[in-house]
């Protein structure tokens, strides 16, 4: 367990490429104290939580609060078993996605929606704190919420700046080597540009500014990062704009590297049954990839970020003596669909962004 702020607690589930962040915080007025946790996580998170309550608050049964950012299950699956533990909870969260926990079974009076209450803003009777709701519209879901903690400036933001793990180390903050992770999550999970740039712009009018950004999956932001990765996240395009823009060109890679799976085969069968179990099965994050038996049918994330990712499977699935003879081969097959290979592929190539994808 992690301190990120003020009375602020991280729990991560064990996946080393993709795990769950669940977040506990403690109100504490001397000896009065509420507990909410923020996305409970699966079953699989049960007893770190109860752990953690035992720590943090005595037992699991002085648990007030669950927060909700949406209903996936990776955050929500957890709801009905920790209610049967800590009977004197409720959950809040939008009324869209209550709507949908109700189908778990949960008693309607546990359910409270944030969309009554005046500015989003609560103070909690019992400790006097402050704490707020912001929408996070389509970031992935409808009625998707972050939660402000303003005693400690931590916002969480659930699937918001969440990341698969990019980031080289232990420990949880967030560096630049996070940013790739994020990037490619929000390429494939997030609708268009405009929802992350409101959902931004919700964020940046918070008074006073959150000081860190605690998201559902991957590391925690703090620092100068949170402007830079607001700002980065505004202009990145995903999803809808993704396939909108970039479909002539992800059907020109797709035939490139189905071409380069061929030779690949040819010379090294070996290589290709590793490489294309690699790009099905990425562990715990969902492939970058739509295959159709043996071939790539389509790209979810940008040309540029699918080339990079399947060139770095290569290097680190190779045999360092067949490198340079793999490297002229995927050359080739690029070459050969008009795609001019990116400098960090081949390293004669000298000038940078040759390849704008
Ligand atoms: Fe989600
Ligand atoms: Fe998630």
Redesign the pocket.
């Known amino acids: 367990m992690e301190t990120i702020g003020r009375n602020f607690y991280l729990l991560r589930s064990g996946e080393r490429d993709f795990h769950?962040n669940i977040y506990i915080k403690v109100f504490r007025k001397e000896e009065v104290q509420l507990v909410m946790v923020m996305d409970p996580g699966t079953k699989l998170d049960l007893e770190m939580i109860v752990d953690a309550m035992r720590e943090l608050a005595g037992c699991v049964e002085n648990l007030d609060i669950i927060f909700l950012s949406h209903q996936?299950p990776?955050?929500s699956a957890n709801v009905l078993a920790l209610l049967s533990l800590a009977p004197r909870a409720v959950i809040i969260s939008s009324v869209d996605t209550l709507r949908l926990i109700k189908m778990y079974g949960v008693d309607e009076k546990k359910l409270k929606g944030v969309e009554p209450i005046s500015r989003r803003i609560i103070t909690l009777k019992k400790t006097g704190h402050k704490i707020q709701f912001v929408p996070a519209y389509f970031c992935h879901f409808r009625g998707s919420t972050m939660f402000f903690d303003l005693e400690s400036r931590v916002l969480y933001s659930?699937?918001f700046l969440?990341g698969f793990n990019t980031r080289k180390g232990e420990g949880v903050y967030a560096n630049s080597e996070s940013w790739k992770g994020i990037s490619i999550f929000h390429q494939i999970y997030m609708p268009t540009r405009w929802a992350l740039q409101e959902t931004v712009a919700r964020i940046t009018l918070l008074n006073p500014m959150p000081e860190v950004i605690a998201p559902?999956?991957g590391d925690v932001i703090k620092g100068e990062l949170v402007f830079e990765f607001l700002n980065k996240i505004s202009r990145l395009e995903v999803g809808l704009d993704l396939m909108k823009k970039f479909e002539p060109e992800k059907k020109l890679l797709s035939s490139a590297l189905n071409d380069f799976l061929r030779s690949l085969g040819q010379k090294f069968p070996l290589l290709r049954k590793k490489l294309l179990k690699d790009l099905k099965e990425v562990g715990n994050f969902t492939p970058l990839f739509v295959f159709s038996n043996e071939k790539i049918e389509d790209i979810k994330v940008s040309t540029r970020d699918a080339l990079e990712y399947v060139w770095n499977t290569l290097e680190r699935i190779s045999p360092l003596r067949d490198l340079e003879e793999i490297r002229g081969l995927f050359g080739m097959s690029l070459e050969k669909f008009g795609l001019t290979p990116p400098s960090w592929i081949l390293e004669e190539v000298q000038e940078e962004d040759l390849f704008e994808l």
């Open positions: 769950r996936d990776d955050v659930g699937d969440a559902q999956h």
